[in-house]
């Protein structure tokens, strides 16, 4: 699954879907089935009675903490060989990138 929830902000099903960019579809099949294997639980909001919030539970730290050391180790061995300087230009330059991306995908709808 590539769709993880967090004890944040972000914690709702839709809030998947627009950081991920991911299909409603995609994100609410992930999420029954990590709420099946219980890693996840949903509650409904006390603000707003529409409002599902997610909330990982103990069982899924292990797999969150692999997955960050996977995306760690996977961000190291493509900067092998680049300076300092070249990696923030990287940077600076897919910033850019995902803004305009974010900006294509807001005015297409």
């Known amino acids: 699954m590539d769709v993880l929830v967090s004890q944040s902000e972000y914690n709702t ?9 991911s299909t409603k579809s995609h994100v609410s ?12 639980t949903k509650k409904t909001s006390s603000n707003n009675k529409k409002r599902v919030e997610l909330f990982l539970e103990d069982s899924a730290n ?30 600076k330059v897919f910033e850019k990138i995902c803004r305009n991306a974010e900006e294509c995908i807001q005015k297409k709808g």
């Open 62 to 91: 292990e797999i969150v903490k692999e997955g960050l050391t996977v995306q760690n180790q996977f961000a190291y061995d493509m900067l092998q060989g680049l300076t300092e300087e070249e990696i923030k230009v990287c940077r």
């Open 13 to 21: 099903a839709a809030d998947i879907v627009r950081i991920r960019k």
């Open 29 to 40: 099949t992930a999420l029954k089935v990590l709420e099946e294997q219980g890693y996840i």
